[in-house]
């Protein structure tokens, strides 16, 4: 059985920064060589934030966050982070780590396998 652990949501002012951290074990490198990040702020759809490519270490982002966040994997590529910088309070949702195949998987989320549980980031002005 697949599962995403996150971890390192909270709270922060903007202009700050924080890092979340994902896991993932019980999966397939097969059929699932993507990893990264979506995100959903109350009362809004789901969004793509940053996916990476494990072989290539191919990164792709939402214009939202790009120059201000990283996406990044370990050496033994099953743990994803995101280094999030100079944050804004438009950035606060809950963050769900994702694994799924294809180096496009933020933009084509049908393509995800998994999903973790989330974790809040609350960014405040």
């Known amino acids: 059985q697949v599962q995403l652990v996150e971890s390192g949501g909270g709270s922060v002012q903007a202009g700050g920064s924080l890092r979340l951290s994902c896991t993932a074990s019980?999966?397939?490198?097969?059929?699932?060589?993507?990893m990264g990040w979506f995100r959903q702020a109350p009362g809004k759809e789901r969004e793509a934030v940053a996916c990476?490519?494990?072989?290539?270490?191919?990164?792709s982002y939402v214009d939202s966050v790009r120059g201000r966040f990283t996406v990044s994997q370990d050496n033994a590529k099953v743990s994803v982070y995101l280094q999030m910088n100079t944050l804004k309070p438009e950035d606060t949702a809950t963050y769900y780590c994702?694994?799924?195949?294809?180096?496009?998987?933020?933009?084509?989320?049908?393509?995800?396998?998994?999903w973790g549980k989330g974790t809040l980031v609350t960014v405040s002005s």
């Open positions: 990476i490519h494990k072989s290539d270490g191919r990164a």
């Open positions: 019980g999966y397939s490198y097969r059929n699932t060589d993507s």
């Open positions: 994702v694994l799924g195949y294809g180096v496009t998987l933020c933009q084509n989320p049908g393509r995800i396998e998994s």
